[in-house]
């Protein structure tokens, strides 16, 4: 058969891989076995190629397994079609079936390892091609390939022995080599050694500035990489793309916008990845304004279709506390893949829509997409915050199932799910069940404790992290401070405060302020409380001075607590807090002139009281109360539940605490009022439906009252059951007539 005839045969052939035409194909191939005998190699070869495009690789293998005498390009064609299409066994079989290879055939090799995620059986296949005598065999294609191995895995020392290698044959001066030995070096951090390769080369394109840019900002090197990209004579967009991210990423968030409106003004084309950059660093900084200009632009240019762009647009508007928006974006986006589900089950999240976020979850499931570590990681977060135990436990179940529990942020996750849920002993069995752990982990565990009160477990946690050689942060601080607050443990908290300035160098902001303020307050040192306040490099925030005011209130310290409301007023003049708590202090002093008096100004100036709601689930049903509420279908039972407690309780020796009923009205309505609290609806409801073996869980939006606290008491003793109550504080167990705070909170 003449060689124009095979020729066109091949031409007829590329034009139905270009064109998807499968059948075509294979009636090409039916003709050709009918009308030629003895078909060239060359032919079969296109064959071989044509079939794998089309997705075909059996038919690929038959027609190899037909050719009589096969060359060596006919085995490294199906060698090739094996090594991208991920079926390594059947790779490796012909790979050793070889009469003869060459640097194509190990390359091919190396390539199929690499891809499909086996690291270590690329680096032995590299060095038996060494070992194999065909030194020969080397070439700039193995160097690039083992070289973006050594980058992917972070095996820097590999890498500066392939290095070596490189000088040793001579490829040192190729770009192509060139360019993944610099990203290599950067990427592990080594950003003198990647900038003495990138000067060494006797020359260098855009792609090899773009590497070496993207380098220096990976490294924090701002004003190096500035230069670099003003010193360069031709750009193009990954260029300006690298240099938006880059200032992004390091939370130069105005660099960026800058880059980014040069980028428009000289007409550069703006893609997919700038365009997640800058949203990015808009979302960062709460730039709703440039966000919405961007926002804009995307419309306009019909990128809203892109799933990378709409994420980020999304992502964006959650930062930037525009939940709606985001909402809209989400749901006129065509195209969602797992990032953009995880953008909005986060962005609900962290704006306190923690039961849309489980809803959004149970949604994209519905969806058939199946969650990452990220995702699930967030949701059982979201039940964190929910103090959802049983939603969290299924998302736990999920964990173990998926095997996503092996990722530590799922794992860290978990650990505070059960920490906020009150259950601190299951976080210290997941916690110990971690075969790494991070800052996080330890962390989560250490708030945990403190929300306990377990002031010494909480020490002890922290002392074994430090002796673990990992840094504590300004929240693991937060935590330490927090249960040294709780327990009373005032001369611990100083130090602790001063080894976080002076040891650790973390410069304190309010959180920090604020737990001291509470130590001190908390253990009755008022006088302290101010001396630390006036010396202060700013002054509390709302939650440092309702701390304080709250001390004064328990203390009945009325001078500072008039101080402390005042203060309070004039740094948030609608927050409730300080009307509230300074009227509960007038009212246990009898005042009622001045409760009366600060009644009329909150209603003057339209400030109202947050209303105080408790909540307990029970068969996936959320039950609220209120003070007084009758609203439940079980109103009946509950009240006569109460009754009946509430006699118990006398015959115990419980006493109404009459300083929290903040009405001036005659003392039996007052302590009607006092029975009728909603954490008692809440308990009572328990008693109730809750099944004797499980504890009663109960979560409250305000800070448990002193009264309330004691009938808790009263009813764990009475009724024998464990009640869990989460305030916006902490948490109290209330088992056998005691509170595991201690009555010390």
């Known amino acids: 058969m003449s060689s124009s005839i095979s020729n066109y045969y091949c031409s007829l052939l590329k034009l139905y891989c270009e064109t998807h035409n499968q059948l075509q194909a294979k009636k090409l191939h039916c003709f050709i076995i009918k009308t030629i005998v003895n078909t060239e190699t060359f032919l079969l070869n296109n064959l071989i190629s044509g079939y794998y495009k089309l997705g075909n690789i059996g038919y690929a293998r038959k027609v190899f397994d037909k050719i009589p005498q096969p060359n060596l390009f006919s085995w490294n064609n199906v060698l090739s079609l094996y090594s991208k299409s991920g079926n390594l066994l059947e790779m490796e079989n012909m790979f050793y079936r070889m009469p003869k290879r060459d640097n194509v055939s190990w390359n091919l090799v190396i390539s199929g390892y690499m891809s499909f995620g086996y690291c270590d059986k690329a680096v032995k296949a590299y060095k038996l091609m060494l070992k194999d005598g065909k030194a020969v065999c080397l070439n700039r294609i193995t160097f690039s390939t083992m070289l973006i191995l050594c980058s992917n895995n972070g095996l820097v020392g590999l890498g500066k ?3 070596g290698q490189i000088v040793t044959y001579g490829f040192e001066s190729y770009l192509f080599v060139g360019s993944p030995l610099v990203e290599m070096y950067a990427k592990a951090g080594f950003i003198d050694d990647a900038r003495q390769v990138f000067e060494e080369l006797p020359e260098r394109n855009v792609v090899m500035y773009n590497t070496m840019i993207m380098g220096l900002l990976r490294c924090g090197m701002i004003e190096a990489s500035e230069q670099l990209f003003h010193s360069m004579r031709e750009k193009d967009s990954i260029t300006w793309t690298t240099m938006v991210t880059g ?7 105005k660099k960026a916008f800058d880059v980014f409106k040069e980028m428009r003004t000289q007409g550069v084309g703006i893609d997919q990845f700038t365009l997640g950059s800058i949203l990015t660093a808009c979302g960062r900084c709460t730039a709703l304004k440039e966000g919405s200009q961007i926002h804009a632009y995307i419309v306009r240019n019909d990128v809203l279709d892109n799933v990378y762009v709409g994420s980020s647009l999304v992502d964006m508007y959650l930062k930037c506390k525009h939940v709606t928006y985001a909402e809209k974006v989400f749901s006129r986006m065509r195209y969602k893949n797992i990032i953009t589900w995880t953008a909005l089950i986060v962005g609900y999240g962290q704006n306190g829509h923690s039961e849309e976020a489980v809803r959004v979850y149970c949604e994209m499931q519905r969806n058939g997409i199946d969650p990452d570590e990220y995702t699930l990681g967030s949701i059982i977060s979201s039940c964190a915050n929910l103090a959802s135990l049983e939603e969290g436990a299924q998302f736990h179940g999920q964990a173990l199932v998926t095997g996503l529990i092996s990722f530590i942020t799922v794992s860290n996750a978990l650990v505070t799910l059960y920490g906020k849920c009150g259950t601190v002993e299951k976080s210290n069995q997941l916690f110990n069940e971690m075969k790494i752990k991070d800052e996080v982990s330890w962390t989560a565990l250490i708030s945990g404790y403190s929300q306990f009160g377990e002031a010494n477990k909480t020490i002890n946690l922290f002392d074994r992290m430090l002796t673990s050689q990992l840094r504590p942060d300004g929240v693991t601080f937060i935590g330490v401070l927090s249960a040294c607050s709780r327990a009373g443990l005032v001369d611990k908290g100083r130090e602790y405060f001063k080894s976080m300035v002076n040891e650790h160098r973390i410069v304190p902001v309010s959180d ?72 509960s202090m007038y009212a246990a002093k009898g005042k009622w002139d001045e409760v009366a008096q600060l009644r009329k100004e909150m209603k003057r100036k339209d400030i109202r009281k947050e209303p105080g709601f408790s909540w307990i689930k029970y068969k996936n049903k959320v039950h609220v109360f209120s003070a007084d509420d009758r609203s439940s279908p079980y109103s009946e039972q509950i009240y006569a539940e109460l009754e009946q407690l509430n006699v118990k309780m006398i015959r115990e020796g419980y006493v109404p605490d009459m300083r929290f009923a903040l009405h001036n009205v005659d003392e039996s309505e007052r302590i009607t009022m006092l029975n009728h609290h909603s954490e008692k609806l809440a308990i009572a409801f328990g008693l109730i439906f809750v099944p004797e073996s499980m504890p009663i869980r ?27 109550v989460r305030d916006a504080v902490r948490f109290h167990l209330f088992k056998d007539g005691t509170c595991s705070c201690g009555d010390f909170w």
Not at 247 to 253: E, M
Not at 709 to 714: E, L, N, S
């Open 512 to 583: 920090h302020y604020s737990c001291m303020i509470d130590l001190f307050s908390r253990a009755g040192l008022l006088a302290e409380a101010k001396r630390f306040i006036n010396d202060m490099p700013f002054s509390p925030d709302a939650f440092g001075w309702s701390t304080l005011l709250s001390a004064c209130r328990s203390r009945g310290d009325l001078e500072m607590g008039q101080w402390a409301a005042k203060s309070l007023q004039e740094l948030e003049p609608q927050n409730p807090a300080s009307y509230v708590l300074l009227s």
């Open 161 to 163: 022995q392939i290095h």
């Open 698 to 724: 109960v979560v409250k939006n305000l800070r448990v009252c002193g009264d309330c606290h004691t009938a808790t008491k009263f009813i764990s003793k009475i009724t024998n059951r464990e009640i869990l």
């Open 247 to 253: 200032f992004a990423q390091n939370g130069l968030d």
